[in-house]
């Protein structure tokens, strides 16, 4: 071979491997699945006395893709913007990482997150809008109008700070609002290390938080056709099929997330848990939400993923006569509270006469009950935990009401006539 061909071969060579390292360098570290050496030895570092001193740490973080995939302590132990750094074995660490420390590699899904009530909305039930920042308290009222800069729940101010911080606060920190200036926190639903969406899928996480008399969606998911067949397959299934490709061969049987996140069969994946909802369940008498043509109709294009639509519409049918007889009931419990108050019978404040326990659990426990029963096919809590409830706290809550009545002062008897 004459030398120029060579020579014009090895030069083009050496040209283009350096143009691919080039391009390759500009990758993002993670991308390139190969860590930078400092930020190699750091995870190195970090792990060898963390073995010692939180081994769970290490051995969990060691399972997640972000292991695999090159993700490493730093990178999400570094302080962001927002964050107070803190001096530790050589390293500047933030002690708390937050949704921030997610959102810079899944802004996708901090966005959507941010939408839902799991976010702002959940804090404010509990504490009101004190805590939010103005950007804070602007964003969550942008997509939650009315539901972020509201009094909170007054129940919390009358049991007392310990009762809030270890109780109410330990669910609906999932929205809590962060110094950073982000919202609320992956970890709910993830874990801290692990950040795995086979946990996420298993109605149990979500069941951590939405269980009770309040909110028995882990029960009733539980006794559901659904659960018990998840029970029983759930060693078949592919909990951990990647997100945007998960099909009804990983999972034929649906668990909370596919109804009210996933992106089964090429669906839209969400993190916005509010997008695919018609009613305001929760609510002490239901209405319907802003979106509720959509947010129906996103819910049944899941269902007719695996059922057929003459069924699904039936059910959602009957599911909505259960509303609407909830919310007769509901309403004909509190006309009687509300003119026992107009009566002068009642105080005005909130709690303090057992009359006002009785019309809060019935529609509170028993009324919701029976609405999510319907709609998440429980029938025993439609039926012995809501309806038969609903019944007995009524017949209850006419009985005090007799006795406030009959134990009114009676009216000053006129003076007898003094004798003339
Ligand atoms: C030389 C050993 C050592 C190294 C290296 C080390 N840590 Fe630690 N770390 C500890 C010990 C011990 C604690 C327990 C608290 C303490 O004594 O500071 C701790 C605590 C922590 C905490 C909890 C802090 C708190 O106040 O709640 C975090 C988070 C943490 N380490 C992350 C890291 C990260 C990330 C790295 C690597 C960048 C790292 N550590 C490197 C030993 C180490
Ligand atoms: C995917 C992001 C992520 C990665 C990667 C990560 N951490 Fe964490 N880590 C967190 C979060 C979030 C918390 C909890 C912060 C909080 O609740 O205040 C946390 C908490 C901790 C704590 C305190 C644990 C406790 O319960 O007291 C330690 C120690 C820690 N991390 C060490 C490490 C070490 C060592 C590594 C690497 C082997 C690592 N982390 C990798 C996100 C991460
Ligand atoms: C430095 C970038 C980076 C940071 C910071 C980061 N991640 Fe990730 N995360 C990734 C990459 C890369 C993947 C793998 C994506 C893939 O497989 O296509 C991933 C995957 C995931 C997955 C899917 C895991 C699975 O089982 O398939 C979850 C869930 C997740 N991350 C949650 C979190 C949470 C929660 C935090 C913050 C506590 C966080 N990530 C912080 C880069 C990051
Ligand atoms: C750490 C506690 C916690 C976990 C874990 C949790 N949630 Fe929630 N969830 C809440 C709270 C608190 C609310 C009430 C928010 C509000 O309306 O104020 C809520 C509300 C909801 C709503 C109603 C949203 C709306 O617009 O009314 C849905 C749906 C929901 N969650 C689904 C899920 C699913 C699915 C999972 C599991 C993948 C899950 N949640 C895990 C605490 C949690
Ligand atoms: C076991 C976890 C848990 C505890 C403890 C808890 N909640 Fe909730 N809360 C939830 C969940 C889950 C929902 C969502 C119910 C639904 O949408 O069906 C919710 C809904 C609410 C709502 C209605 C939604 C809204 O935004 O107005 C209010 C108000 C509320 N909680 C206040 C409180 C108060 C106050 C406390 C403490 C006195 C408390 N919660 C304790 C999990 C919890
Ligand atoms: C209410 C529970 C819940 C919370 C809170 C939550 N996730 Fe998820 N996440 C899930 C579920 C469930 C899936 C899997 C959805 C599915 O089945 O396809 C998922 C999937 C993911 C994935 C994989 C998505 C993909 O397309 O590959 C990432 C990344 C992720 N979450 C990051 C986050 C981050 C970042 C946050 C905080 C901003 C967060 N998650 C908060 C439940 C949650
Ligand atoms: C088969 C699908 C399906 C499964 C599985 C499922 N849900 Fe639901 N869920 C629904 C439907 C449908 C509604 C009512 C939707 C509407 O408002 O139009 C609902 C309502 C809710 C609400 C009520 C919000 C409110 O307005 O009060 C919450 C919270 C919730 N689900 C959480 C869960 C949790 C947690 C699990 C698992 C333990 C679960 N769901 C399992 C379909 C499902
Ligand atoms: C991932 C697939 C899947 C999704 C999504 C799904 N289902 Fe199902 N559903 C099933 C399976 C499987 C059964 C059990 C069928 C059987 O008995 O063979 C079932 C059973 C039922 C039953 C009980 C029928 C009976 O005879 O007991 C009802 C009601 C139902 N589903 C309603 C719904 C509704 C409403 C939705 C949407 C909100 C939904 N399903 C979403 C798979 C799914």
Redesign the pocket.
Known sequence: MPFRSVFIAVVLGSALVIAALLVHARRPAIERGEPTLALAEATGKCAECHRRETSAVVVEFEQSRHAQKGVNCLDCHRPEEGQPGVDHKGFVITRGPTAKNCAGCHAREYDQYARS?HAA??W???NGPGDFTPEQLAQGERYHPT?VNRP??G??AM?GEA??RS??????AVGKPNADGSLGSCTSCHSRHLASIELAREPSTCG?????P??S?AEIYGESKHGALFAAQRSHMNLRADARHLTTTDMPVPTCSTCHMSGLMGAKVTHDTTERLSWF???PVSTRRPGYERGQADMKDICLKCHTRPRIDEYYASAERVVAATNDKVQAASAVVKSLRAEGLLTPQAFDEPIEFTEFDLWHYYG?TAK?GAFMGGADFVQWHGNYELLRQRVTLDAEAAELRAARPKPAATAPQPPR
């Open positions: 009530r909305a959940a404010a039930a509990v539901w909170p729940m129940i919390g049991e009762a809030v109780g109410c606060n330990a669910c609906h951590q938080c939405h269980l009770g309040d909110h969606q369940l929760f609510a919701r999510h």
